[in-house]
């Protein structure tokens, strides 16, 4: 166990883990030699969020953009994922994290599907690092399903508009029991959202380094977190004895 004393550890992170085709293009390999190598940093990169105390860790995996790669790499990426959730059910068995899978899961393969929905509920009871990842995820698709749901929950009688609230809509999201992310990591040097959970994110403080994926290690995170302990969340507020901003 580390020391961690000093350090205000975030309860939810969410990472973009971006740059796996740049970081294997500049060792002369091909773009989905970085990919399984990025899945290889993510499955020690967990361990490592468990053991520094984060409660939730969220990653961004494949986006509902993600389709338009090359057929070849789309196809890498969903063996990946294939080999990748086996190794997460074993780890999960071993360790007692919850694994959540977020997007949607209708345009995946059946046995996908089928491994996703034994991986939510074979672990929904454990209370180790809650662990989500994000499998054909786009944060407006994820909005415009709920709001359909809502609709039709709406037009059934089911809710009234009249109690239309931030937390009524939260709860038609894929991420209706898991916290807003604290802290957002994206790595590889972009400064952008592209899409990634633009509701929850309201109030998040997001941190961006120029490390690849592949590359993002315990020290990296470790460097986040301290850059997060300094930040002051506000929500919108003053500090005490501070002027406001306009
Ligand atoms: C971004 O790098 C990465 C992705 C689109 C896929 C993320 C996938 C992994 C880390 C693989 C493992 C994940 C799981 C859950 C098994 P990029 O290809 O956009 O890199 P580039 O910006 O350098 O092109």
């Not at 993510?42 to 986006?63: M, N, P, R």
């Not at 709406?154 to 916290?179: Q, V, W």
Request: charged share 30%; proline share 3%.
């Amino acid at each position: 166990m580390g020391d961690y004393s000093g350090l205000k550890i975030p309860k939810h992170v969410s990472i973009i883990m971006d740059g796996n085709g740049r970081w294997a293009k500049a060792l002369g390999k091909p773009r989905t030699y970085g990919h399984k190598v990025g899945a290889e940093n993510l499955v020690q990169l967990v361990e490592d969020a468990d053991e520094i105390g984060i409660k939730y860790l969220t990653v961004y995996a494949f986006s509902t953009e993600n389709w338009n790669r090359p057929d070849m790499e789309v196809k890498t990426l969903m063996r990946l994922f294939r080999k990748y959730l086996k190794i997460c059910y074993q780890k999960a068995m071993k360790n007692h994290s919850r694994i959540r899978l977020i997007g949607d899961f209708s345009k995946l393969d059946a046995d996908l599907q089928e491994m996703i929905r034994v991986l939510e509920h074979d672990t929904k009871d454990f209370e180790g690092i809650n662990f989500t990842i994000a499998l054909n995820y786009g944060s407006r698709d994820e909005m415009l399903r709920g709001m359909k749901k809502m609709l039709a929950d709406c037009k059934a009688g089911r809710i009234s508009e009249d109690n239309l609230d931030e937390e009524l809509f939260s709860s038609y999201l894929d991420t209706s029991d898991i916290p807003d992310p604290d802290l957002m990591i994206r790595t590889s040097g972009e400064e952008r959202l592209s899409n990634w959970m633009m509701w929850q994110h309201a109030y998040s403080e997001f941190y961006f380094t120029d490390t690849a994926w592949p590359d993002f290690h315990k020290e990296e995170l470790l460097e986040a977190v301290k850059a997060y302990t300094l930040r002051d969340r506000r929500y919108g507020k003053v500090s005490s004895g501070e002027e406001p901003n306009v």
